[in-house]
């Protein structure tokens, strides 16, 4: 529950970032912060499935919910990145979240690959997995970055 | 790690950090925000931080790690931080091409993505010489990700 917390964190205070420079006010940065806590969810619950697929004997032989910890425990690793985008943003003045999250994503997702590997996962299924789940979220955000844009202009 | 030449190491993490402040440079000239002596200045300071500032972040993570078990010796530590950067190398010569050929500019899009690219084997490398205190890792490779965004934006604004 406090790794999901986490997850929801740090990618709502990366959305609400990015809002800032969809439109003005705080409408597009608190829908894009409630978007980035909805990614953040669709990111372990992928990340879990994945792992869970493609470990079966660490599954027979530890159970599934290593795996599952695995996937909760790489949220830890979406924090430098988002502190490092509010820094960037809020202190450096960048526009530049889109790098952190993608980042972000892929770094966590690669932890948990390595963590399902130290306990006992293939290497090449894992980095495919963990990749996968990484690649999939990071272009749903840029999907979702360019809808909302699109649709506050409308 | 032991085999891998401390030039080679630290040529990687020179060299990366060179280009990358090198892209940034062109960036600068080319909106008429710096001089060809500012481009030399601030690629030479790429390659002092990515030299002699990865190794003091380096040894600051051997000294901050060892009251935590840490028993890798300094020059795994040095070594494998410098080499931590080969993602970033790998984004700054792409993104010198694209800056070059394209006319882009990289500094931002290529080279620090490739500096947070690394951060991830940075992270990698924490974890090891923590013990996988993971909490740990993530405060120390925050602030040295920090320091590294600190420093290239002070250079840039001078």
Same mark, same amino acid.
């Given at each position: 529950?406090?790794?999901?917390?986490? /997850?929801?964190?740090?990618l709502?205070?990366? =959305?609400?970032?990015?809002?800032r420079h969809?439109?003005?006010?705080w409408?597009? &940065?608190a829908?894009?912060?409630?978007?980035?806590?909805?990614?953040a969810l669709?990111f372990?619950?992928l990340?879990? =499935?994945?792992?869970? !697929?493609?470990?079966g004997?660490?599954?027979k032989?530890l159970g *599934? *919910?290593?795996?599952?910890?695995?996937?909760?425990?790489?949220? %830890?690793?979406?924090? #430098?990145?988002?502190?490092?985008? %509010?820094?960037?943003?809020?202190?450096?003045?960048?526009?530049?979240?889109?790098?952190?999250?993608?980042?972000?994503?892929?770094?966590?997702a690669?932890?948990?690959?390595s963590?399902?590997?130290?306990?006992?996962? *293939?290497?090449?299924?894992? /980095?495919?997995?963990?990749?996968?789940?990484?690649?999939?979220l990071?272009?749903?955000?840029?999907a979702? !970055?360019?809808?909302?844009?699109?649709?506050?202009r409308? | 790690?032991?085999?891998?030449?401390?030039?080679?190491?630290?040529?990687i993490? *020179?060299a990366?950090?060179?280009?990358f402040?090198l892209?940034?440079?062109?960036?600068?000239?080319? /909106?008429?925000? /710096?001089?060809?002596l500012?481009?030399?200045?601030?690629?030479?300071?790429? %390659?002092?931080?990515g030299?002699?500032?990865?190794?003091?972040?380096?040894l600051l993570a051997? &000294? $901050?790690a060892?009251?935590?078990?840490?028993?890798?010796?300094?020059?795994?530590? $040095? @070594?494998?931080?410098?080499?931590s950067?080969? #993602?970033?190398?790998?984004?700054?010569?792409?993104?010198l091409?694209?800056n $070059?050929?394209?006319?882009w500019n990289?500094?931002?899009?290529?080279?620090a993505t490739?500096?947070?690219?690394?951060?991830?084997?940075?992270?990698?490398?924490l @974890?090891?010489?923590?013990g996988?205190?993971?909490?740990?890792s993530?405060i120390?490779?925050t602030?040295?990700?920090?320091?590294?965004?600190?420093?290239?934006a002070?250079?840039?604004?001078?």
């Amino acid at each position: 529950m406090v790794y999901r917390a986490v /997850a929801g964190l740090c990618l709502a205070a990366l =959305g609400g970032v990015t809002g800032r420079h969809v439109g003005t006010g705080w409408l597009p &940065i608190a829908a894009f912060a409630g978007a980035g806590a909805v990614v953040a969810l669709l990111f372990l619950t992928l990340l879990g =499935g994945l792992l869970f !697929i493609a470990n079966g004997a660490v599954r027979k032989k530890l159970g *599934g *919910g290593v795996l599952g910890s695995a996937a909760a425990k790489s949220s %830890l690793l979406l924090v #430098p990145f988002t502190l490092l985008a %509010l820094l960037a943003e809020l202190y450096l003045g960048w526009n530049a979240v889109q790098p952190f999250l993608t980042a972000a994503l892929m770094t966590a997702a690669g932890y948990a690959g390595s963590e399902a590997i130290r306990l006992g996962g *293939g290497r090449l299924t894992n /980095a495919l997995a963990t990749a996968l789940a990484g690649f999939v979220l990071a272009g749903l955000w840029l999907a979702l !970055i360019a809808l909302g844009g699109a649709a506050w202009r409308w | 790690m032991e085999q891998v030449s401390w030039l080679w190491a630290f040529g990687i993490s *020179g060299a990366a950090f060179a280009l990358f402040f090198l892209q940034s440079a062109l960036d600068l000239v080319r /909106a008429g925000k /710096a001089t060809q002596l500012q481009l030399a200045l601030l690629t030479s300071s790429g %390659l002092l931080w990515g030299t002699l500032g990865v190794a003091m972040l380096g040894l600051l993570a051997w &000294i $901050l790690a060892r009251p935590f078990g840490c028993r890798y010796p300094l020059g795994w530590t $040095l @070594r494998t931080f410098a080499l931590s950067y080969s #993602p970033a190398l790998v984004y700054s010569t792409l993104g010198l091409l694209a800056n $070059l050929v394209l006319g882009w500019n990289t500094a931002l899009a290529f080279g620090a993505t490739g500096v947070l690219w690394s951060l991830g084997a940075t992270l990698a490398t924490l @974890r090891e010489m923590l013990g996988e205190r993971l909490l740990l890792s993530v405060i120390m490779a925050t602030a040295f990700g920090a320091l590294t965004l600190l420093v290239w934006a002070k250079l840039l604004s001078l």
